[in-house]
């Protein structure tokens, strides 16, 4: 059945009056019959003939929408473009994204492409103003979303969105969200301030002596503007003297202790570049023991964590707390710190991101004869998806004392910013 005739009047003409199906009846076999008379083929082809046009003329909304909005901006001979950022806001954004910036109806902007709530704090804290105006310049494509967001680099300079964005910011009134610029990256080992929703899968891997391979899963959830809770599932593997042969060695799989931890952000300041947080994790003693994955008891590690935003894009986090044994003859006392500087780089200017870091990791036994440790962990933080909510991180931990006790090993973390949205979108 061709529907030809939303080009050409349905006037029924000769051939199209009666449109014939065939179907079973029930019993006497197979026959030709009308099913349809002339007045309702005539209704259902105006109807498609509407339908088409809507289909037609929404697309066109959209495509329109978009080409009107950089016109308005790119068209500044002779009409100035307005110099503040609300005025810019209203000129090229506002008939996407609203004049209060909760965005307009799908039936106004003729896409159906959900518009972001830029009132909703919960949304609008987490991403520096470098995503926002990678998004703005480059369009929506650029980092994963829809192409209904149109790129404005040609028709607006990176100031002027800078001055639109910061007009944008006023839209979340809730001043207790931290802003996305203080979400530092994430080292290998040094806790983070900022409070995430994520989902990280750890490795470390030994290098010398018996194989031993040590992973963790976890699992972050942010709650509210300035709390997370967090779940480390630990597990591994290791290759061990067979219990008949100890000349052989066989891969067991163990489980590590499960780690239970929740922190709060205590002060941010974007204009001081600085958040700190305090948190604490529980370690229970779930772990086998006898293979190196636990430490068989309980340990409580309160801490400390703090990042810097640094000029030139170096940035610098420390984390210090202690781990307080339940049980004594299994783990003493300790101390610890750990110091993470680093640099981001962007491929291009709004491309891929490559983090350089360096983490100088300490930690000291609080026994009369206890040792001291001290380790230096290179690495670097690469984003892998265009939205950059993938990322992977690859370094290597190095002892620099008591180094026929401990190992170099490489480290590697594998991690889902899962608010930002599913792992294979944005890609
Ligand atoms: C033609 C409609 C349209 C116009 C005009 C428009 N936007 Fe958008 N914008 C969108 C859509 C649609 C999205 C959501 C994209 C998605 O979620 O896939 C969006 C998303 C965004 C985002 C959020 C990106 C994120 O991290 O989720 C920012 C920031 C943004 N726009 C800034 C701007 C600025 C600034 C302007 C004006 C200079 C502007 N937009 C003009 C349609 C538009």
Known sequence: MRFSCWRKP????????????????????????????????LL?????????YALVLGGMAGGSLQAAAIETVAQDNGQALPSTGKGLYQNACMACHGRD?????????????PLPDFTDCSFASREGNVDWVAVTAEGGLARGFSDEMPA??????????TRILDYMRRFCRDKDWPRGELNLPRPLFTSKAFPEDELVFTSSIKTAGNDKIANSLIFEKRIGARNQVEIVFPFGW????????PENTEWKSSIGDLALSGKRVVYDSLDAGAIVSVGAEVLLPTGD??????NGTTIVEPYVAYGQILPESFFLQFQGGGGISFDRDQAENEVFWKLTTGRTFHEGHFGRRWVPMMEVLGSSELASNGNTHWDVAPQFQVTLSRRQHVRLNIGVRIPLNDRDARDTEIGVYLLWDWFDGGLFEGW
Not at 152 to 161: E, P, R, V, Y
Request: proline share 8%.
């Open 289 to 294: 023991e006898d293979r190196g994955f636990g």
């Open 10 to 41: 349905c006037d029924g003409s000769p051939g199209r009056s009666k449109i014939r199906v065939n179907v079973h009846r029930p019993l006497g076999g197979r026959e030709k019959i009308p099913i349809l008379n002339k007045p309702i083929m």
């Open 44 to 52: 259902v082809c105006r109807w498609i003939v509407i339908w088409i």
């Open 238 to 245: 290791g290759q061990y003297p067979t219990s008949d042969d």
């Open 152 to 161: 404005f680099g040609d028709a607006l300079t990176d100031a002027q969105i």
């Open 101 to 113: 910036g909760t965005g307009s109806r799908p039936s106004r902007v003729g896409f159906k492409t």
